[in-house]
């Protein structure tokens, strides 16, 4: 607080002295010694003199003293402020700095840092190939030329495709007879793995390209899909999630990428997939498994949606049940993967089968042998304690929309995104 005065008490900060000349000049006087002479006490310290001068010149003493003390410590103030001032610069400097640097991390993580998306990847791969001498020049050409054909049609190479894997498996299931109870397939799916064009970031499209190889296979999709007879390429499916994005699907996912996926390398989700299948009027929800559900960080309750899933209309005493039930497109931070069955063990525990794009098709084509013994199965197989994300999110397919019900789901896309597994 400010300093008092030691006559009257009054907080006067500064302006000390001249309150104590003005209103105290007199200075209190002490009873007289016993031989008539008078007594003066210092107001400041309690000393006691006979000489009024000498005790003005004291309590000018005590003043200057306080006075170059206070001076100093508004001079002390000052500084540190000063320092403090310059140190929160710095650290405003140094975390925008931060901030930049990561935002510029995430947008090529993301693939929006316009360095060109399939076609200049692509391209650029083959090159580096020849010029490690594992292309030849005559094979690059031809590649490019195959690629240009694909992407002006806006369809698939079929370069990196496996079919037949889960007609494979039926039949591997029908004379496994060890832990497996039950098991529950989706209909026939194409395996898909990333390319020369889009490895690093094509997991996503490579997921709805197995979801759609599934889809064109079940006649309940026919209308919905009359437009595509054949599997799109990823620069195709990017113009198909912007076409969904112009008729007002997701407007707070679309502005993420700032309204353009064409010609990028962007990465897309659950919420990009469920705007699209809406979009060609297929019913689907996107379900969050937001926290785990089990102990040691794992998702049971993952487990048994999709076993609900595959198994309502289809349950019944057959060891193996192929039903007529699509994929499901599961995501987690930074890949995604499609689930196209489950398996029951013997003793109750529950084993998922997932195709991952990142599996190259000479491991996939393993499973199509006709000696198939189970261990190529590890390439699928993911029990309860492999699924330890924190999170995931699931697109599961189940019928066709009416016109209304599109609508009306777009609207919806526009305030809320996805239902929530507590």
């Avoid at 399939?118 to 195959?146: I, S």
């Avoid at 997932?354 to 000696?371: A, I, W």
Wanted: aromatic residues 8%.
């Amino acid at each position: 607080g400010l300093p008092e005065c030691p006559f009257c008490g009054e907080a006067v900060g500064r302006e000390l002295e001249a309150h104590v000349r003005a209103r105290h000049g007199h200075f209190l006087g002490a009873p007289s010694t016993g031989n008539g002479e008078q007594l003066y006490e210092c107001p400041m310290c309690s000393l006691t003199c006979t000489n009024i001068q000498i005790l003005e010149e004291h309590v000018d003493l005590h003043l200057e003293e306080q006075s170059f003390s206070e001076g100093g410590n508004i001079r002390d103030l000052e500084l540190a402020q000063q320092l403090q001032t310059e140190e929160d610069k710095r650290q405003r400097s140094e975390e925008e700095k931060r901030e930049r640097e990561e935002f510029k991390k995430l947008q090529r993580q993301y693939g929006l840092d316009n360095s060109g998306g399939y076609k200049q990847q692509f391209l650029k791969n083959m090159e580096r190939e020849v010029d490690r001498g594992r292309m030849q020049p005559f094979e690059y050409h031809k590649r490019k030329a195959d690629m240009m054909e694909c992407l002006a049609f806006g369809i698939d190479d079929g370069k990196t495709k496996t079919s037949g894997v889960i007609e494979a498996l039926c039949k591997y299931y029908q004379n496994e007879n060890k832990d497996v109870r039950h098991v529950w397939l989706s209909t026939g799916v194409d395996h898909f793995h990333s390319s020369l064009g889009d490895r690093g970031w094509g997991c996503g499209y490579r997921n709805f390209q197995m979801l759609l190889s599934s889809l064109m296979q079940n006649s309940l999709y026919n209308d919905c899909l009359r437009d595509t007879t054949l599997i799109p390429s990823i620069p195709k499916i990017q113009s198909m999630i912007e076409d969904a994005w112009r008729e007002g699907f997701d407007p707070h996912g679309a502005s993420h990428f700032n309204n353009r996926l064409y010609g990028s390398r962007a990465w897309i989700g659950a919420c990009e997939i469920y705007s699209l299948l809406t979009s060609l009027r297929i019913k689907c929800q996107i379900i969050d498994f937001h926290k785990p559900t089990g102990p040691m960080g794992t998702h049971p309750r993952l487990f048994e949606w999709i076993l609900r899933y595959y198994s309502t209309d289809n349950e019944g005493g057959a060891k193996v049940v192929c039903t007529s039930k699509p994929p499901i497109y599961l995501q987690h931070q930074g890949h995604s993967r499609t689930v196209v069955g489950i398996e029951e063990k013997k003793n109750k525990t529950l084993c998922l089968l997932l195709f991952d794009p990142g599996c190259p098709s000479q491991e996939m084509q393993k499973l199509l042998k006709q000696n198939n013994d189970g261990t190529s199965l590890k390439l699928l197989r993911k029990f309860v304690g492999s699924l330890k994300e924190k999170q995931y999110q699931i697109v599961s397919v189940d019928g066709v929309l009416s016109v209304e019900e599109k609508a009306a789901r777009c609207h919806a896309s526009q305030v809320l995104r996805s239902e929530k597994i507590p």
